[in-house]
């Protein structure tokens, strides 16, 4: 099992950039594909980026596309959300999670096992 824990939100302004991370604990962190979603109030959990087991491959929801970038310090643990010109919409809790059973990248949610906390971010127009 893994345990996931999200850091680096907070309130930002428009066109503003935070950067997200989410450290896993225990050992193999290079074995799980990793992904990013988020929830804004009153809507559902939607996919925002995901990356391979190796960070080779990346996927972004379109919306994101140019403005967020996803990357991982197997070393270390860890992934990151960079988040660049960010957008009032982008306000949301953001979650990090973790599959074990594959290593391409996936914007599903029933096909990750472990998920973090989440992490507020809240741009401000």
């Known amino acids: 099992q893994v345990q996931l824990v999200e850091s680096g939100g907070g309130l930002v302004q428009a066109r503003g950039s935070l950067r997200l991370s989410c450290t896993a604990s225990?050992?193999?962190?290079?074995?799980?594909?990793m992904g990013w979603f988020r929830q804004a109030p009153g809507k559902e959990r939607e996919f925002v980026a995901g990356i391979s087991r190796s960070g080779g491959l990346t996927s972004y929801t379109d919306s994101v596309k140019g403005r967020f970038a996803i990357s991982r310090d197997n070393a270390r643990n860890t992934v990151y959300l960079q988040m660049n010109s960010l957008k009032p919409e982008d306000t949301a809790v953001y979650y990090c999670?973790?599959?074990?059973?594959?290593?391409?990248?996936?914007?599903?949610?029933?096909?990750?096992?472990?998920w973090g906390q989440g992490t507020q971010v809240v741009v401000s127009s």
């Open positions: 225990g050992r193999s962190f290079g074995n799980y594909r």
């Open positions: 999670a973790a599959d074990s059973d594959r290593s391409l990248p996936t914007s599903r949610m029933d096909e990750y096992d472990y």
